[in-house]
């Protein structure tokens, strides 16, 4: 596998960062005790209790110019939290900059329609200017259609991050404008193809594809370049149920202790936790809220202390190529 540039074992891939993780559990990542409420925390302006040391958010919109830069640059360095900050081709130039300017803070990624018949040439533009990776977003086909594999194939040759929106998607109450569009389109085991298909590149399926998510589930268990971020009206929705602890039975395979040897599991892969990873999918001021319901969520499913810091950053760091201490790639 080549991971920007640099080529390692899968085997290693996969584990590479564990020490790290462990180290950074031993260190004090998550403090213990209950987190108090998103409101609470949101209301005091101050950081949550269980704020982990590092933190990557994978999933998060440019909504702005210059101003929106400072304050994502003054809000996550309080947090030592990179964002992987999604912007369109209009404003390549803006997230770039940012880029060069708070390389501590800022990993770019492009967004580009797969029915664009320029995709390509975009992947490689935002390639050329230091962007980790890509999202998509509203096929006109279904997310495994081999129409799209050229893009795909780009991005893995590119040794860029696949971000895919799985599951709902928002619309607006009064936008009467007809749309060529579905969540059909988007189920999330439509990435199970495109991970055997790329089995160099990785792959990260937004809202855990919500509402199928044990659809999602399975198809982690079995591919070990795949991730999933739980954004979105999610840990609001299991809140209000009182059902944050729902992740667990999704994730159902976590309590094997000797899961190379379990025939039902795939030998090598990540633990179903580090299928994982943080992200806002919000503005900047709902960092702080988002970070909350993190945190409920690990506590309510009793996830491993090893595997925490792996969720909040240390995932995200092993596959973009970024060290956690220096924030620089690999």
């Not at 569009?181 to 298909?197: E, F, I, T």
């Not at 591919?223 to 999933?228: G, I, T």
């Not at 919000?282 to 409920?296: A, K, M, V, Y």
Request: charged fraction near 25%; hydrophobic fraction near 35%; proline fraction near 5%.
């Amino acid at each position: 596998m080549n991971i920007k540039g640099k080529n390692i074992d899968r085997r290693d891939f996969l584990r590479y960062g564990s020490q790290a993780a462990l180290a950074a559990t031993a260190g004090g990542a998550l403090a213990g005790g209950r987190s108090r409420s998103s409101k609470e925390s949101e209301s005091a302006g101050v950081l949550p209790q269980n704020a982990p040391d590092f933190i990557i958010d994978s999933h998060i919109h440019v909504r702005g110019g210059r101003e929106w830069v400072e304050e994502i640059v003054e809000l996550y360095r309080s947090y030592n939290a990179m964002a992987c900050a999604i912007v369109r081709p209009d404003d390549m130039d803006l997230i770039a900059d940012a880029m060069d300017e708070f390389p501590d803070v800022f990993i770019g990624y492009g967004q580009v329609s797969v029915d664009d018949p320029e995709a390509v040439r975009q992947v490689d533009a935002f390639y050329n200017s230091g962007f980790f990776g890509m999202k998509f977003h509203s096929p006109r086909k279904n997310w495994d259609d081999p129409s799209y594999y050229q893009v795909y194939r780009r991005c893995e040759e590119n040794g860029m991050h696949m971000l895919f929106h799985t599951g709902i998607t928002s619309r607006r109450d009064i936008d009467s404008t007809p749309r060529y569009g579905s969540m059909g389109r988007m189920r999330p085991v439509y990435l199970d193809a495109l991970c055997r298909q790329f089995p160099d590149a990785t792959i990260q399926g937004a809202h855990f594809g919500n509402p199928w998510y044990a659809e999602a589930a399975e198809c982690a268990r079995w591919n070990p370049n795949l991730f999933f971020d739980i954004t979105g009206s999610n840990l609001y929705k299991f809140i209000e149920l009182d059902k944050m602890g729902i992740v667990s039975e999704y994730l159902w395979w976590a309590g094997w202790d000797d899961q190379d040897d379990n025939p039902h599991t795939l030998t090598g892969g990540p633990s179903a936790w580090e299928h994982m990873v943080f992200g806002t999918d919000e503005g900047p001021s709902g960092l702080t809220g988002n970070i909350d319901r993190f945190q409920q969520l690990i506590e309510a499913n009793n996830v491993p202390e090893v595997d925490q810091p792996k969720m909040w950053g240390l995932t995200m760091a092993r596959i973009l190529g970024i060290d956690p201490e220096t924030k620089r790639r690999i």
